[in-house]
């Protein structure tokens, strides 16, 4: 069922205030489409067929239903406006970093191939727990939004940080577990957020840093290359 559109809630209007405090000029190209992509599915301007309901992703619907479709579709939309916000700023400075590094064609690919793994990642876990616990309640939990995305862009973005150490909460950690100590911490301060879904984001970053994820992007680059030759 087709959606309608959205109003502008306090959430867009900050996301809103946000760019242009940043100014659109300063935020590279892929970044800024997926945000201003984002933004408009959620508010409607791109009319698309379906409903949240009929693009959350779950391993009930994508390995025993067979609706493959949500490995996808589900990254791009957001549940309220302020889910949309936070992934928005936090996509904003992750994106202008990582695409400053790794240049706005590798990092298109970079998102692309993120933006489906995690989902896969999801599915998996979510079959897995499933079975380990013996409560079928976690491959029915469905989700939607970019944060699974952002959390393997976090993974990305500490293994560039020349720093020693990070703070969370206040507290100074070694950098490389801050990622896993704001997995803990989201979950804590937003007890119905994704914990699979983010932790899934996580392998994602790992399974690009240790190298698996890099072959396939490559292998995406080198396709894309050879169309734009020919």
Not at 100 to 115: D, E, H, M, N, T
Not at 138 to 152: D, E, M
Not at 204 to 216: D, E, H, N, S
Request: hydrophobic share 50%; net charge positive.
């Amino acid at each position: 069922m087709p959606r309608e559109r959205r109003p502008l809630g306090l959430g867009v209007l900050l996301l809103g205030s946000q760019l242009a405090n940043v100014g659109l000029s300063n935020i590279p190209n892929v970044t800024l489409g997926f945000i201003l992509a984002q933004a408009a599915i959620y508010l409607g301007f791109i009319n698309l067929p379906w409903s949240t309901r009929e693009i959350c992703v779950s391993s009930y619907y994508v390995w025993h239903l067979r609706q493959w479709k949500r490995l996808l579709l589900a990254t791009f939309d957001h549940a309220d406006d302020m889910h949309l916000y936070y992934n928005m700023v936090s996509f904003l400075w992750k994106g202008k970093s990582l695409e400053q590094r790794y240049g706005s064609r590798k990092f298109f690919a970079i998102l692309a191939v993120f933006s489906v793994a995690v989902n896969v990642v999801y599915v998996a876990l979510g079959e897995f727990v499933s079975s380990f616990l013996d409560d079928y309640s976690y491959a029915r939990q469905c989700a939607i939004g970019f944060s699974g995305v952002l959390f393997a862009l976090k993974v990305l973005t500490t293994k560039h940080d020349r720093s020693s150490t990070t703070t969370v909460i206040g507290i100074a950690l070694p950098v490389k577990y801050g990622v896993w100590c704001e997995l803990i911490l989201i979950q804590v301060l937003v007890p119905n957020a994704s914990f699979l879904g983010h932790l899934a984001g996580i392998l994602v970053g790992l399974l690009y840093t240790k190298g698996p994820l890099k072959v396939i992007i490559k292998i995406l680059l080198s396709i894309l290359d050879r169309k734009s030759v020919v």
